[in-house]
């Protein structure tokens, strides 16, 4: 190799290490919003768990309400009716309102076994209500805690990248602009990796067994020379 692309290679292998780990942690980087997005997406799952639970214990209620006011209504009819048992004139009159009374008081003992049923119901669904509040509690604790982590993880790694980004300039400015440049092109576009070592024939980076006389340029080491299957920079180890 002429000693200018030679030079320029191993000035980017150096680079391409670093490279290569800072294209890690970006990609780490990347995760870390997603991550917390889906951590949200679950806790709001809980939230809308415990929002369905009220509204079945909201129900319950307002038909216990209901139930008893109709009671109430009945127990009245049953009083009234009571009243004028004494103020019916005929046998025919008093025995149709003594059944009347009975059927009223039949319906009010039905009502009261469907409050009863309906008490049972709500005091069940209370505690649903409170296990599912006691939950979302916990969840809400853990999504916090693991926000934090996240949130830290993300400091160290954008610091990390930095620290890194310095490392990588006193290798890359060492390189000749139009070989930096085409460097920086081809590690954007294939994840972190610009370089491939020649394996034998082959492109070491995407495994194509490459024409000789592409080999023959490279080892004359004139120009820099890219893989005509995956564009990355080819090189071989001396
Ligand atoms: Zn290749």
Redesign the pocket.
Known sequence: MAPQVKDNITALKKAQEIDREIYLAQEQLKEIPEEIARLKQELEVEKGHLKELDGVLKKLQLAQKQKEGELAQKEANVKKLDGQLSQVKTNKEYSALQQEIASLKADNSLLEEEIIRLLDEIEAAHEEVRKESERLKQCEKEFSGKEAQLSQKQKELQGNAEKLKSEREQFVSQVLPEIRSLYETVIQKKSGIAL?KVNGEN?G??Q?KLRPQLVNEILMGQNVVL?E??S?ILYVEE
């Open positions: 491939a492109c980076a995407c194509i893989c299957s995956c990355r």
